[in-house]
């Protein structure tokens, strides 16, 4: 069965200005446009995007997605009082959503996890149209683990009650672990739904990600490294991310490599930063924090060694496919990554790519640390088994928009 012609909304909470609506929804969308999938999106974007300057780059990207047959609406995503503001946008966006179903007859709605999927039931139940509910990790668990919520809140109890509304009806369901799928397709919500599912995770655009030696040269050169190990940490801090712990590894990472070198790149508050560094003891020349444009992010990773990335253990972590993984193989960078993060430690061990912390521990990080280490030794045999790994499992292309696709033709199939 073709999918072309088929007409498909896809709702994302995320902005499309925002670097994950960049990275990780417009790259799809592209290439199964190629497909013949005929793509309404809409998008809820924050305030920056309804100035003067946001609304000439909604206009601008508005006319690049036109050209691949794309068409981009958004509305205004509201963050506070927390429950009233999401519950507004739902209903915006059940109403603005209705009217495009008519208007195109549309015959699917692809709803990027939780929120989208509250609006896609609802168009489900009153329109009739198929849906997928794509679960981008288990959203009150992962609220709960970052200390936002309580276990026993308003907000959780609401978020699981209309994941199990949305699991019971939904057509097809994406996860981004195998993990994952294998702790939900026992839920009671699943069971009287023979759902189509597809795993597919954090994929990357491999033409933009690659390992880039005159860049390396040049950000070197910018921090003034020469020779030294670098390690690299690329995306936010704080909540669920653990900078104090990747801090205190470097410490022991330093035992191991005198020289070693601990790159930030992040567009969170650099004090944060200097504050697990020092309680760390490593030195002001031992690392260094940039804000770089989404862009620059490839040519940075270029200049590193090895990648890392600490998640704080809990039941949230089963979902988790860390985009920023998929970027560090991309670039030629082995990673060091904590037990527990959804597929990423099979992954690692299978396929020798990097190290595992299974406690944080400093007798575990001087274990890690060693090997890690020693990925140094071998370089270029490094760099060609990291991006051959990125190629084989994370190649947004030849991975992510085959299994959409696939996904797709099971859930349009009869229609």
């Not at 860049?215 to 490294?225: F, K, M, P, S």
């Not at 936010?236 to 005198?258: C, H, N």
Request: hydrophobic share 40%; with cysteine.
């Amino acid at each position: 069965m073709s999918i072309a012609g088929k007409q498909v909304l896809f709702i994302s909470y995320n902005g499309m200005l925002d670097p994950l609506g960049q990275s990780q929804v417009i790259p799809y969308l592209k290439e199964l446009s190629k497909l013949g999938v005929r793509f309404t999106l809409l998008s809820y974007e924050r305030d920056h995007a309804f100035g003067p300057e946001g609304q000439q780059r909604c206009q601008s990207l508005r006319a690049r997605l036109a050209e691949f047959g794309i068409e981009w609406h958004w509305l205004r995503y509201h963050k506070r009082p927390s429950i009233p503001a999401t519950a507004f946008d739902v209903a915006a966006g059940v109403r603005f959503a209705s009217r495009l179903i008519r208007q195109k007859k549309i015959e699917m709605v692809h709803a990027r996890s939780h929120i989208p999927a509250l609006i896609a039931l609802r168009l489900k139940q009153r329109l009739g149209v198929r849906m997928i509910f794509d679960v981008r990790g288990l959203m009150a668990e992962e609220y709960i683990d970052a200390g936002h919520w309580s276990s026993n809140g308003a907000a959780a109890r609401l978020t699981k009650k209309m994941e199990a509304r949305a699991l019971n009806a939904t057509d097809g369901l994406v996860t981004l672990t195998d993990v994952l799928w294998s702790e939900m397709r026992g839920w009671p919500s699943l069971q009287s739904n023979n759902v189509a599912h597809e795993t597919v995770p954090c994929c990357i655009d491999l033409e933009a990600f690659h390992f880039d030696e005159h860049a390396r040269t040049i950000r070197r050169a910018d921090l003034g490294i020469d020779d030294r190990f670098v390690l690299v940490y690329s995306g936010s801090i704080g909540g669920w991310y653990m900078t104090r712990e990747m801090a205190d590894f470097f410490a022991v990472l330093k035992q191991k490599r005198p020289n070693a070198f601990f790159l930030w790149l992040t567009q969170g508050d650099k004090f944060i930063v200097d504050q697990a560094m020092m309680a760390a003891s490593p030195g002001p020349d031992d690392y260094a924090v940039r804000s770089v444009n989404p862009a620059d992010v490839p040519s940075w990773l270029s200049a590193g060694d090895a990648g890392i990335a600490f998640y704080r253990p809990g039941t949230s972590r089963l979902g988790t496919s860390p985009v920023k993984i998929s970027e560090y193989l991309a670039c030629g960078l082995p990673v060091v990554v904590n037990a527990g993060v959804g597929d990423s430690g099979a992954l690692i061990s299978r396929e020798q790519i990097g190290t595992l912390v299974q406690d944080f521990t400093e007798a575990d990080y001087s274990v890690a640390a060693g090997n890690i280490a020693e990925y140094a030794n071998l370089p270029e045999q490094v760099r060609r088994r990291t991006r051959g790994v990125a190629e084989k499992f994370f190649d947004v292309r030849q991975v992510g928009v085959e299994r959409y696709a696939r996904l797709y033709e099971r859930v349009l199939g009869d229609n």
